[in-house]
């Protein structure tokens, strides 16, 4: 199973923390999640413009304690190693993931330990990975863009017209 996944956070920095998490498994499982104990202080003016702005807030936010327990519960469902995870530019996107769990030798049993991204797949099929994702998507009509779980939707899309290149 492949699960496609995008985070928010408070800016591109080594000490950066997380804002919100969405997945969204190739079945259109989904899984959306924002917290309340980011560093408030790191974000700039772009990021409350276009990260907070699209936050949600229709579901309760929790902590990135909580957050651990509800994402290992929602990954249960998938058997050990099962679970490709595929992100956009995953550089920040996969050491958040990890930290979620306490580290990279704590991620669930469930999930392949090497990450994969649709850059990299973008050139390899001879795509300027530079491009607008919802463009190349054609998901651009209800675009809530810098929203983790629709961000992670629009990747989903981009793998799957990618596949068929």
């Not at 998490?21 to 413009?49: K, N, P, V």
């Not at 930290?99 to 090497?114: C, K, L, N, Q």
């Amino acid at each position: 199973m492949k699960i496609f996944f995008d985070t928010e956070f408070t800016g591109l920095h080594k000490n950066t923390t997380l804002i919100s998490i969405g997945l969204i498994d190739e079945d259109g499982r989904t899984f959306y999640a924002e917290l309340h104990d980011y560093d408030e202080s790191q974000c700039d003016d772009w990021i409350r413009e276009n990260v907070i702005a699209n936050l949600s807030y229709r579901r309760r936010r929790c902590s990135k304690l909580t957050l651990k327990d509800k994402l290992e519960d929602w990954l249960s469902e998938y058997g050990e190693n099962e679970v490709e995870i595929w992100s956009d530019c995953l550089a920040y996107d996969w050491v958040l993931f990890n930290d979620i769990f306490g580290g990279a030798f704590e991620i669930p049993d469930s999930v392949y330990y090497i990450p994969f991204d649709i850059c990299t797949l973008m050139k390899i099929k001879g795509v300027d990975p530079d491009i607008n994702r919802e463009e190349f998507a054609e998901m651009e009509e209800e675009s809530q863009k810098h929203n983790a779980l629709w961000d992670a939707k629009i990747i989903k899309a981009c793998y799957e017209r990618l596949i068929k290149l």
